[in-house]
Each structure stands twice: as structure tokens, then as C-alpha cells.
């Protein structure tokens, strides 16, 4: 079973000891699953969520209009796995031609699939499995809308 999941924040985590690693924070029921990216990711995710767009396309953009172009789209994100501290994910997408739909499934790191799941607006769902192990009541989390904060980052 697979559940529905909501990009909460993505920021720095701050702990006692000080700045950590940068993180999107996917908020999936009652749980929190942080998945830990490099700066890089968590800024196209961030333009993504704000709808900022630069004059020349980064990549997550360049492959959206490549897809787009092409036909094809996406349907959604699926986080499907957790293994060895790792996070796994596919992008399901499709293509119709000639009235016919072909579906598509595509390996990916979840940051990627997240930041173009911000970009078309699909859903990112994330297995029972990956919730079970990595989730954390969301009571645990004082995440801060990282919109507001200017140094982007959630506690």
C-alpha cells in the first residue's frame, strides 16, 4: 500500500550542533519522512515549490520540456524503498500515440523525482514500508515554512 505524501518543507536541519545536512521533509498522514539531499536538490525543489523560474532552464526543467515536447508526461512520484539507509524511487509516466497509452517507469533518486513531481504538480506517494522505517510522529518535528525564513531551514 502506498500513501499520499506532501512536501512540508526542505531546508537545513539545525541541531545542537549546529547547521546539518540539507533535507526535504515529506509529510505523509500523521508522519514525517525526512530525506536528506544535496544543496543542489534542495534548491531546485525549492524554486520548484515557489514557482520561481531562472531565464535559462535547469535541469529538472530541461527534462519536464523534453518530456512535455516528446509527448510524454508524468503521472506520479513513488518513493517505493529504503535500504541500507538509502531511498529509492521510480517516476511513472506515459505517452499516448496514435491513440494508444504506454505506460513508463522510471528508476530515480527521490530528490529527483521530487523535485519534478514540484514541477508538474503530481502526486508523490511513498510506501508503507519506507513510512514504517523512516517515518517519525509528526509531533517530534517543529518545522519551520521555510517560505519565510531566509536561511531556509526547519528544526
Given at each position: 500500500m502506498e500513501h499520499e505524501a506532501e512536501v512540508r518543507g526542505v531546508g537545513?536541519?539545525?541541531?545542537e550542533e549546529g547547521p546539518?545536512?540539507?533535507?526535504?521533509?515529506?509529510?505523509?498522514?500523521?508522519?514525517?519522512v525526512p530525506i536528506f539531499v544535496s544543496p543542489e536538490q534542495a534548491h531546485?525543489?525549492?524554486?520548484a515549490r515557489d514557482g520561481i523560474q531562472?531565464?535559462?532552464?535547469?535541469?529538472?526543467?530541461?527534462f519536464v520540456e523534453l518530456l512535455t515536447e516528446f509527448g510524454g508526461a508524468i503521472d506520479r512520484v513513488r518513493v517505493d524503498d529504503l535500504a541500507d539507509g538509502t531511498f529509492?524511487?521510480?517516476?511513472?509516466?506515459e505517452k499516448y500515440e496514435g491513440g494508444e497509452r504506454d505506460s513508463f517507469v522510471f528508476d530515480a533518486?527521490?530528490?529527483?523525482?521530487?523535485?519534478?513531481?514540484l514541477r508538474v504538480d503530481c502526486p508523490i506517494v511513498v510506501a508503507?514500508?519506507?513510512?514504517e522505517e523512516a517515518g517519525r510522529p509528526a509531533?517530534?518535528?517543529?518545522?519551520?515554512d521555510d517560505r519565510s525564513d531566509p536561511e531556509d531551514r526547519f528544526r
Open positions: 537545513v536541519s539545525v541541531g546539518g545536512a540539507p533535507a526535504v521533509v515529506l509529510e505523509v498522514d500523521d508522519r514525517i531546485s525543489m525549492r524554486l531562472y531565464e535559462r532552464p535547469l535541469t529538472h526543467d530541461l529509492y524511487a521510480k517516476v511513472d509516466a533518486r527521490p530528490s529527483d523525482g521530487i523535485a519534478l513531481a508503507d514500508d519506507v513510512v509531533t517530534e518535528f517543529d518545522v519551520e
